[in-house]
């Protein structure tokens, strides 16, 4: 029969793609279409705790007319704002134009507003346009950014917030704390509390918190290039390990669906786990070592068109009860307190003594162990050769690329058909723009 060779050949086809696929499978198995939850293995099985009624209705109170104390929260992109690092950069700084914007997808203004820099978590912010988020969304590249730039503080003196300090007091605080810490390093040094505040149609994007080592911390180096060393695991005896306990305090339950989930990702390869931000409940893990994020917030509104060029900031009006979101002073949205999504994150340290967190604050140790930015570059780009078999971009911002993209695997949406948002890479590639307007809107 003519029908034969036809399957004969078929069947050759087959084989030879079977064989194919299984040579290649190592390499496609990792590809991001196959395998989308790559989780390395001393990030992963850490312990995550979920505290019902932590906070009573009048401690959530009072945080909030604590919050409203302050009557400005600035963009969370601003939030070396609130402090200053010994090296904002690693070289990739350029003149900030006359104009006042960074043209640079990855760039936004120095603390000086004098230069464009890479942002200091621009490994969430370049992870959260590619991917669409955790929900893996289909978006420009300037609403996805709008999505992030949230609002917070970020306060490294709790003392000074009689509120907030009180509630890092008491024992059931202390216990919760304790059992994020490893077994073996149960002195807590609490060292910082954070407002953390979504207005509709935003969320937070995938991420690590901001990593400290006995050698290095957020006051010498950008937070992205930390969490480059804590993927990298180079770092290991150095790390210091932490609890971050996130507690609630919007005024009422957001119901399923529309509030902002909070994800996490403890095993490599499986899906998240979900925990709702019900008023009064709080989490606690070691967000430096448990990737996690959030689910988009109201995820029907948009997101306040802010530019991440610009001053942004959400300011409270007393009188109304209305916080007003401002770019460049210019008021562009309004949310009663009622529709924000609230969460006091406090953070510390854990030690396995008080003689180690005595050494880690004695200044003259301190300037002994910390580590150079050349030190760390060195290291990481001998290191980036031994995985990957090329050299490190010499250009400061190519090898920031570079290092980002092979040491942070931040998961992806294992849900959608394609887990990356196709529609912001016109950003990236503006000929692509004709091709991709009829489904990007």
């Not at 949205?333 to 604050?361: G, K, M, N, W």
């Amino acid at each position: 029969s003519s029908c034969v060779p036809v399957m004969l050949k078929s069947v050759a086809a087959i084989g030879g793609t079977a064989v194919l696929v299984g040579w290649q499978w190592p390499a496609i198995s990792q590809s991001p279409l196959v395998k989308r939850v790559k989780i390395p293995p001393h990030m992963q099985n850490h312990p995550v705790v979920e505290i019902p009624d932590l906070l009573t209705p009048e401690q959530s109170e009072a945080i909030r007319q604590t919050m409203k104390d302050m009557a400005q929260l600035n963009s969370n992109a601003d939030d070396t704002q609130s402090y200053t690092i010994l090296h904002e950069h690693i070289g990739e700084a350029v003149d900030m134009p006359p104009d006042g914007k960074c043209a640079h997808p990855y760039m936004v203004p120095s603390k000086n507003r004098s230069s464009c820099i890479l942002a200091n978590r621009i490994d969430i912010g370049k992870h959260f346009a590619k991917s669409g988020g955790a929900e893996g969304r289909k978006e420009k590249f300037e609403h996805a950014i709008q999505r992030l730039l949230s609002f917070g503080a970020y306060i490294f003196e709790p003392e000074k917030y009689p509120a907030v300090n009180d509630l890092f007091s008491q024992e059931r605080f202390k216990v919760a704390a304790k059992k994020v810490c490893p077994p073996h390093q149960q002195v807590l040094d609490p060292f910082q509390f954070n407002f953390i505040v979504q207005v509709p149609g935003q969320a937070v994007a995938t991420h690590v918190d901001g990593v400290y080592f006995w050698s290095a911390t957020r006051f010498e180096f950008p937070q992205w290039l930390l969490a480059v060393m804590a993927y990298s695991n180079l770092w290991a005896d150095d790390y210091v390990h932490q609890v971050q306990l996130v507690a609630y305090y919007h005024e009422k339950d957001l119901g399923e669906g529309a509030a902002g989930e909070f994800l996490y990702w403890r095993r490599d390869g499986e899906r998240p786990e979900e925990a709702n931000p019900r008023p009064g409940t709080a989490i606690g893990v070691d967000g430096t070592k448990t990737v996690h994020s959030t689910k988009v917030y109201f995820p029907h509104r948009k997101a306040p068109p802010v530019d991440k060029s610009r001053k942004n900031a959400l300011v409270y009006d007393k009188n109304s009860d209305v916080w007003h979101v401002t770019s460049d002073n210019a008021t562009i949205a309004s949310y009663p307190t009622e529709e924000l999504r609230c969460s006091l994150v406090f953070r510390a340290r854990c030690f396995e003594s008080e003689d180690a967190l005595a050494r880690y604050h004695d200044p003259e140790d301190k300037k002994r162990r910390t580590m150079s930015l050349d030190e760390v570059l060195r290291r990481l780009s001998s290191d980036y050769t031994s995985r990957t078999g090329r050299g490190l971009p010499k250009a400061p911002l190519e090898m920031a690329v570079a290092l980002i993209d092979e040491y942070i695997t931040y998961p992806l949406n294992q849900d959608v058909l394609i887990p990356m948002n196709y529609c912001a890479l016109v950003k990236l590639q503006p000929a692509l723009a004709p091709l991709l307007a009829p489904i990007c809107t």
